[in-house]
């Protein structure tokens, strides 16, 4: 069944990695394996450990859905890929990820009931997808390991960047070029992802004009994230978007006094 991401406690990556810090909300992110194909085995009869078979990942993320299929053998070079990358991580962390992450599924040879064996695959692979969603070292490692094996749009994992980190960072300008794509107006105005961005401008501009004083590639990020939350007023597809009224105070706010800081001290970059 789907699963939510969990937001985790404060922690650090390993060295070399950025830090990040995750607040109290949920990352929306679930993913499942709806769908196995047997491989081909002896005249071509379908047989589920002739090729192991083929596996059809369905991922929601922040209200959009996309899918991929992946063979079994390379879930076989993702989990290669993880336990590599979990090596060089602390002792504590690896121990944790060692015995938080489950093995894969038997690739032995049986014979017997094809579509039993083929399902207890698919639920067990299932499981480690999930098992690895919920490790935020692995879903925020640098070389994006898991988030490329689910094929996962560049909004998508942008817009993850920015619900994790909730700060003006690279990831605003990456957000702010790909979001005019398919799905990238429903991506803005997730309200997850909103109220990221909302968090992310306030603290921005909290410390007035001596935050951005010498910080060019600050200043243009926070107007990257001062367009956007304007772009998130236009209506989508199913027409306006209904936020209660706190948020639209909260966010009437931020944009007073970011644009007051734009228009004195910012150098604009459109």
Known sequence: SSKLLPRFPPYVQHEGSQAMTILAEEMPIAVTIPKAKAGKGFLR????????GTFVIEVVAFGLTS?????????EKLHVDISQFIRGLPSEVRLRLNSAVPPLPSATWVWGDTSKTLDERRRKLEDFLQKLLLQPEVV???ERRLLRFLSLSTVVVEGMSLVAMRSCGPWLERLWETSTEGG??????HPVVEAALVHAIGDA????????SGDAELCHNLVRGIQMLER??????????VRPEPMLRRRVEVL?????ESATQLPLRM
């Open 232 to 241: 998130t007023f236009a209506a989508g597809a199913g027409g306006a978007v």
């Open 256 to 260: 007073v006094v970011a644009l007051r």
């Open 184 to 189: 990238g107006l429903a991506l803005l105005q």
């Open 67 to 75: 899918q991929v299929k992946r063979p079994y053998k390379e879930f």
């Open 140 to 142: 925020h490692d640098d």
């Open 45 to 52: 009869l379908p047989h589920a450990d002739i090729g192991r």
């Open 205 to 212: 501009v909290q410390g007035g004009a001596s935050t951005f």
